[in-house]
Structures are given as structure tokens and as C-alpha cells.
């Protein structure tokens, strides 16, 4: 008795297959479930995005086009702002 091992949980029940070709399987319940985290996530972000003024929604979409320029030391942004500051009033008066 003193070698006798037991397992320490019970082996696992084989899944039961369905007979039914329609029936949802756990992979599509699973991604079912995924797509619905993934909407309440994407609902609150829509939100705050059309909260936000137009010239900020504006914004956003050019924010990574700026990325290295934000990484640069004080006057090279400095300079990189002048530059952009005066392209943008160009053709703002250009209409």
C-alpha cells in the first residue's frame, strides 16, 4: 500500500460530439465571445473619440506621422513646428 500513487485529479471526461452539424461548437462560442469584448472595448473608445472637438479628431489620424520629429531634442521640434506651422497657414489661404 505504501507504493500505491494516486492521480492527483481525475482524467478528463472525453467531449461529447453533437450529431448536429449546426449546433455551436466551443470554438465558435469562444469567438463569439471574443467579438463581443472586443465591441464594448471599441464602443467606449468611439465615444470618447466623437467627444472630442473636430480639430482634434482631425489630429489623430497624423499623430504617428510626427513620431520621430517628438523624439528629437527642443530645437529641432522647435524648427520642424515652423516648418509645419508654415505649410499649414499656406494652405489655409490657399483655401
Known amino acids: 500500500v505504501a507504493n500505491l500513487k494516486l492521480p492527483d485529479s481525475p482524467p478528463p471526461e472525453p467531449?461529447?460530439?453533437?450529431?448536429?452539424?449546426?449546433?455551436?461548437?466551443?470554438?465558435?462560442?469562444?469567438?463569439?465571445?471574443?467579438?463581443?469584448?472586443?465591441?464594448?472595448?471599441?464602443?467606449?473608445?468611439?465615444r470618447k473619440f466623437e467627444k472630442m472637438p473636430a480639430f482634434l479628431k482631425a489630429?489623430?489620424?497624423?499623430?504617428?506621422?510626427?513620431?520621430?520629429?517628438?523624439?528629437?531634442?527642443?530645437y529641432q521640434r522647435l524648427f520642424a513646428y515652423e516648418l509645419i506651422n508654415s505649410e499649414a497657414n499656406a494652405e489655409f489661404y490657399r483655401g
Do not use: S, W
Open 15 to 46: 467531449e461529447k460530439e453533437d450529431d448536429n452539424p449546426n449546433a455551436p461548437n466551443k470554438f465558435e462560442q469562444l469567438m463569439k465571445a471574443a467579438c463581443h469584448i472586443k465591441q464594448n472595448e471599441m464602443e467606449g473608445k468611439k
Open 59 to 74: 489630429g489623430v489620424y497624423y499623430t504617428n506621422k510626427l513620431a520621430e520629429v517628438r523624439q528629437q531634442p527642443y
